[in-house]
């Protein structure tokens, strides 16, 4: 048993439905659109764009684009160029300030050994008898 509907139609009842499709798409394709209130008004132009104008504006705009694109290009290097001037920069004071940290070391290594030899003497100093 199929559970789908079934349609049915008789050769009388197909046909007039085919008539009213026929008669709808054919009124439909012979109607005119108007625009309302007032029709639009047609003249002739003073002047049309030829193919040529089309041609020679394209090429304008693809000069004027390559033009900017060549500007974009340099702009980019420049900012390359200073960016990597920043990085040789960081770099370099990052290597000072490694350096600085060394000699640090080095200059309070010293004072430490200096503090710990005085504080041995006043220790010995403290614990010495009166």
């Known amino acids: ?14 046909g007039a439905l085919i008539t009213m499709l026929g ?9 005119r659109n ?5 029709p639009l008004e047609i003249k002739p132009a003073e002047q ?13 705009i693809e000069s004027h684009h390559e033009e900017l694109a060549e500007e974009v290009r340099g ?10 001037g920043i990085r040789k920069q960081l770099t370099h004071n990052d290597e000072k300030a490694e350096e600085r940290s060394v000699n640090l070391h080095h200059r309070i290594d010293p004072l430490i050994e200096a503090v ?6 006043v ?3 403290i614990r010495a008898p009166h």
């Open 75 to 84: 702009e980019r290097k420049a900012l390359q160029e200073l960016l990597t």
């Open 116 to 121: 710990g030899r005085l504080k041995g003497r």
């Open 123 to 125: 220790d010995d100093h």
């Open 23 to 31: 008669n709808w798409l054919i009124s439909k394709s012979t109607r």
């Open 1 to 14: 048993m199929d559970d789908g509907i079934q349609l049915v139609l008789g050769g009388g009842t197909a």
């Open 34 to 38: 108007r625009i309302e209130p007032q």
């Open 48 to 60: 049309y764009v030829r193919c040529t104008d089309c041609v020679e504006h394209r090429r304008v």
